[in-house]
């Protein structure tokens, strides 16, 4: 299968990470920026992640080869277990969009644990308007996850990963993939993003997410649909299966 032949379909059947890249870097055609993103504890308001233009994540060299431009397409990341174990987590995702109109803009992500797929969500944010910047937030509970797999999880650092695929119109433009290390929460006291980020909380700066967690078979995709427009704060409904990580709950 060609590269840009690549639909939906075809990565929502994908059960273990994917080898290569199924599209080139060149394939965003539309200069789509990710500009911000933000995940807080949603009952304390406690930042336990960030990167935006002002904080970037540090480089990690054993990631990046100067004479491998897909390197760039790769990133580590390194989360607090409580990302794992929180009843309530909010996100926020600032993006920019080129002088071209998206249309149908969607985001398929894929998690894996080795090569076992553990999560997936599938999110539409409908149209953009050229030149616009967007603002996506979703505050949901985490679904439960078996504590032996959190405990394996956290011993084996980056042997957790995810795609994800973005397409305009049915047409792949992006893929990028993460690897992710969870760190205990030793000092009950002082969490570990408390010492990074401080007790501060971000303003809410887009609409919130409603959705509703409904039994599927394992594997099968979250869908959410999202309507995006220029400095506006977008709004979604997000579905997602009852796999290996959760049973049935309610997101909000």
């Given amino acids: 299968m060609a590269p840009n032949d690549t639909e939906p379909a075809d990565v929502l059947k ?10 080139p870097l060149s394939a965003n055609e539309y200069g789509i920026e990710f500009l911000s ?6 009952d304390s308001k406690k930042v336990i992640f960030e ?20 390197s760039l397409r790769k990133i580590n990341y390194e989360l607090s277990e409580d990302f794992l174990r929180l009843p309530k987590i909010s996100t926020t995702l600032v993006f920019c969009v080129g002088q071209e109109p998206l249309t149908d ?3 398929i992500e894929r998690h894996y644990f080795r090569d076992t797929l553990i999560k997936s969500f599938d999110f539409s944010f409908g ?22 797999l959190i405990d394996d999880m956290i011993a084996h650092p980056y042997e957790t990963s995810s795609d994800s695929f973005y397409f305009v ?22 969490k570990s993003y408390e ?15 409603q959705a509703k967690e409904s039994k599927s078979g394992a594997g099968s995709e979250a869908k959410a649909g999202a309507k995006a427009t220029p400095g506006a704060k977008a709004q979604s409904k997000e579905v997602a299966d009852d796999d290996v990580w959760s049973k049935e709950t309610d997101y909000y």
């Fill in 14 to 23: 994908h059960s273990a990470p994917t080898r290569n890249f199924l599209c």
């Fill in 37 to 42: 993103f933000v995940i807080q504890d949603y």
């Fill in 51 to 70: 990167v935006s233009r002002d904080r970037p994540l540090p480089i990690d060299f054993s990631m990046h080869d100067a004479m491998d431009p897909d």
């Fill in 105 to 107: 803009f969607r985001m």
């Fill in 127 to 148: 149209f953009c308007i050229p030149g616009s910047t967007n603002t996506w937030e979703a505050v949901y509970c985490v679904p439960p996850m078996d504590p032996s």
């Fill in 169 to 190: 119109g049915g047409k792949l433009i992006m893929h990028n993939k993460a690897f992710y290390k969870y760190i205990p929460e030793t000092n009950a006291g002082c």
């Fill in 195 to 209: 010492t990074k980020y401080g007790a501060k909380s971000e303003s809410k700066s887009g609409a919130k997410a």
